[in-house]
């Protein structure tokens, strides 16, 4: 299943409108630790039967997460600011399906320079 983007407006292709927001309950911050957006994630063995109450955004992160995936992609993938991404992946993470892979930082505390560079030719696949 191929994942259809939505404009700012919150508008799938298919004619449905939903705002941002609504997305994660109103919710700004993920649940636990904060996760940067050059996280990557996998999903578990629990992917394989997610619950029936997980919203169609979930699932399409389910889908893409069948591969490595960064959390900016995710963002790219559904069409969201990654704000809301990470709020998604956070609740999925939480609940089990899916695992983070945190990046190895430097001294400093920022990602490498190989870590950048992954996280820019995934995007530029898309």
Known sequence: MAVRPVDRSGRHEGGRVVPVYALTGG?????GMQLPIE???????LAAQPSEDL????????EM????????????????????ARVLVSD??????LEVHLPKVSADGRPGPDVLERLLNGLRTR
Not at 27 to 31: L, Q
Not at 77 to 84: A, D, E, H, M, S
């Open 27 to 31: 919710r700004t911050r993920s649940v």
């Open 39 to 45: 996280a990557l994630v996998t999903v578990t063995e």
């Open 55 to 62: 919203q169609r955004e979930h699932r399409l992160i389910l």
């Open 65 to 84: 997460g069948t591969r490595t995936v960064s959390l900016m992609e995710v963002g790219a993938g559904l069409g969201v600011p990654v704000g809301v």
């Open 92 to 97: 999925l993470a939480n609940a089990g399906y």
